[in-house]
């Protein structure tokens, strides 16, 4: 049985990932923030106030993990953490004034890497891309 690894879908997804996360970290560096800790942002942006486990799971990183990324926003003030109102033994997070205005300054960043990422792509096939991806992502839950 013949296996190229260039035709593997999943070797594909990973060098494109691994590419967009590192073009991501090169126009992130004068900010001072990783995509690691842009997800979580613009995660905190979406939905404040969640915990660290709701946190994780929309991430798709370990809780460890994420509770490492969020003391690091919080050192740099772009996030606080807030007690829990129900379970004392949580806390919410929640994005400071400074991780809000940072968040809305990298938008543009990350917007202009996924157009230069899909250019000469139509619209409609990006659309249908992303639906596919999902599908699979899907079919393997």
Known sequence: MKFKLDDSLGFIIN????KLKNELFQRFREYDVTPEQ?????????????TPKELSDIVFKDKPNTNRIVEKLQIKGLVVRKPHPVD???????????GWKLRDE???????LLEEATRKIKKHKVKEMKKLLNQIYNNLN
């Open 106 to 112: 990298l938008i543009p960043k990350v917007m202009q």
């Open 88 to 98: 004392k033994r949580a806390f919410q997070i929640f994005l400071t004034d400074d």
């Open 15 to 18: 060098k494109v990932n691994t």
């Open 38 to 50: 842009w997800a979580v942002l613009n995660c905190l942006s979406e939905q404040e106030g969640i």
